[in-house]
């Protein structure tokens, strides 16, 4: 039986060299750190406004999207985390909703499809902090499921703008994983050409977070 538990904390005498390595410094990604130092706190009203809008694009209520998933999803998204998470279950399926559609929103979605920018957004206006909120997403305990972002991304509520359709040639199917590695490889953070990417996408590698898109 393979392992499902891929999102963990590292251990203290790691987190002695180099804390800022191991910890989220702008925004909290999953329950390891959501009730962590005020730091965090600021981004949580940002999610707050993108699950508005995520909300409004779709059929279901909030506490609808927390029922389906509590009762689909919630005993595997627990099993990914090595430690027990010890918070009562609307509580922990609403974080995970909030950081995925967070996720999703803003980095994937709105990288893809820019006219619906709000131009008061001070996340997507500030490059410095997309890169370093990305670098938050990379953080070993600051990682989601994979599997809840493709459950979540649906192309008929996030379209795309034809302006980026050439980017998709040759793409038989636009998935969270294609967007999230084009990111990542647009911002500096890993290299790759569109065809590489395809490739990669098309390996069946498992992907259980973030850190394995590196």
């Known amino acids: 039986m393979t392992n499902s538990r891929c999102i963990f904390r590292v251990p203290p005498r790691l987190q002695l060299v180099c804390e800022k390595a ?14 962590g130092k005020e730091a965090l706190k600021a981004m949580e009203e940002h999610k707050r406004r993108y699950l508005k809008y995520f909300l409004g694009r779709t059929n279901l209520s909030l506490m609808q999207y927390i029922e389906k998933i509590k009762n689909i999803r919630e005993a595997k998204l627990r099993s990914c985390y090595l430690e027990t998470i010890e918070l009562k279950s609307d509580e922990f399926v609403k974080i995970i909703l909030v950081d ?50 493709e459950d979540l991304f649906y192309l008929d509520i996030f379209p795309i703008s034809s302006e980026y359709s050439n980017r998709f040639d040759g793409v038989e199917r636009l998935s969270i994983m294609f967007l999230s590695r084009c990111f990542l490889a647009d911002s500096g953070i890993i290299g790759g050409t569109i065809a590489k990417l395809e490739t990669m996408c098309c390996s069946k590698e498992k992907v259980q977070n973030f850190v394995d898109l590196l």
């Not at 191991?22 to 009730?35: D, E, K, R, W």
């Not at 670098?135 to 809840?148: G, K, T």
Request: charged share 15%.
């Open 22 to 35: 191991y910890a989220p410094q702008i925004v909290s990604i999953g329950p390891l750190h959501h009730h």
């Open 100 to 149: 995925a559609i967070f996720v999703i929103h803003e980095f994937l979605f709105r990288y893809w499809h820019p006219k619906l920018l709000d131009e008061s957004d001070c996340i997507f206006g500030e490059p410095m902090m997309t890169y370093d909120i990305w670098m938050d997403l990379l953080v070993l305990e600051n990682q989601l499921p994979f599997f809840i972002l």
